[in-house]
């Protein structure tokens, strides 16, 4: 999140009466909340047409969360805070990013206060992909795992790659690879991206008992965004790409400029060099 090139619409203290709360008479008799929320969006063409179909009617943002802080109870602002902002990014294609804060100057606190509030930040990340299979029916495990994305809400499946064959890497698998590459959007954290691509895979019977052995479906997370991290479950930018050339190749022909946020160069840069080393 963060793009530079996006704009600011913002929505001050739009007042809602709603049933949420811990308490059974904070759901039952209800109270007013407050919603301050800031729009991310590109809003010049626009402000340069003058064209509201080119950017967002916040005016249907609002009545968006008015119904939707009706028609939902749930005991934390946390929960109402955290499922609205993804609703209306998922409602509201041009909305990129959300900063949603949702205000409750009558909670039950027993002593004076002003308001209570939860404020989060949401929006679309850039997810690369890999995929590969090697033994059973590969196109079918790659195209049935690629439809999944295309189906669940919080993926946009962009960019695919044609699928390239690959002779098998790590000296424990046998079988020739099917492998490429996808651009998708995703309101997925890493680590739930990566719980998501697991399960896809334990669908597809995927077996994880010897580190590189033949699979059914493997799939791997290679760029988010441009973060850096590593776990104990999950390491951005994937630590190996830079050593395959089936991940490069299938990745420079999506997208070939991305670069590289530890090693400062682009995919194409880290593919010369690979097919260099590999003469």
Known sequence: MGNKYLDEIKIENLEVFAHHGVYPEETLNGQKFYINASLYVNTRMAGQKDD?????????VCHFMDDYMKRH????????TENM???VLLAFPLINE??????????????PFESVSVKIRRGWHTAYIAFGSS???REEYINGAIESMKKEARVSVGRVSDIIRTAPYGGTAKEEFL???????TLFTPEELLDYLHRLEQNAGRERKIRWEDRTLDLDIIFYDDIIMSTDKLVIPHPDMAN??????????????IKHPVRDKTVSALLEELQEELK
């Open 98 to 111: 959300i900063e949603l804060e949702v205000r409750k100057p009558y909670a039950p606190v027993g002593l």
């Open 244 to 257: 395959r050339d089936f991940v490069l190749v299938p990745l420079v022909q999506i997208d070939p400029y």
């Open 135 to 137: 033994i059973g029916n």
């Open 179 to 185: 492998n490429g590459v996808l651009k998708a959007e």
């Open 85 to 87: 902002a993804q609703e």
């Open 52 to 60: 509201l179909s080119l950017s967002v009617n916040y005016g249907e």
């Open 73 to 80: 109870t749930y005991k934390l602002i946390e929960s109402v």
